[in-house]
């Protein structure tokens, strides 16, 4: 079936690094595009970076210039680098796409806290 697994998060200090990574299986990864969106406690979900199948990218300006979206089609996965990380950006991170006659699939979803 139709299923995107995130992995990666966890606690990391302010300033550090996390790199997560959504599992794709069930559908042909290469010609979707794929997002990756965050939801803090009390907040709505919101668009951090998305992919398009060519690879093209679009950030949101809370994280441009500290995070990477990059996909691998050979493994159908997509990361999401996180850099210079702020505890504003604690938020549990969920991967998402859509196909066409599905609809949008969600991940589970994975937590990152940014705390010392």
């Known amino acids: 079936q139709v299923q995107l697994v995130e992995s990666g998060g966890g606690l990391v200090q302010p300033g550090g690094s996390l790199r997560l990574s959504c599992a794709a299986s069930g559908f042909t990864f290469s010609i979707y595009g794929m997002n990756w969106y965050r939801q803090a406690p009390g907040n709505q979900r919101e668009l951090v970076a998305f992919?398009?199948?060519?690879?093209?990218?679009h950030y949101s300006d809370s994280v441009k210039g500290r995070f990477t979206i990059d996909r691998d089609n050979a493994k159908n996965t997509v990361y999401l680098q996180m850099n210079s990380l702020k505890p504003e950006d604690t938020a549990v991170y969920y991967c998402?796409?859509?196909?066409?006659?599905?609809?949008?699939?969600w991940g589970q979803g994975t937590q990152v806290t940014v705390s010392s």
């Open positions: 998402n796409t859509y196909i066409r006659d599905v609809g949008g699939i």
């Open positions: 992919t398009t199948s060519a690879g093209s990218t």
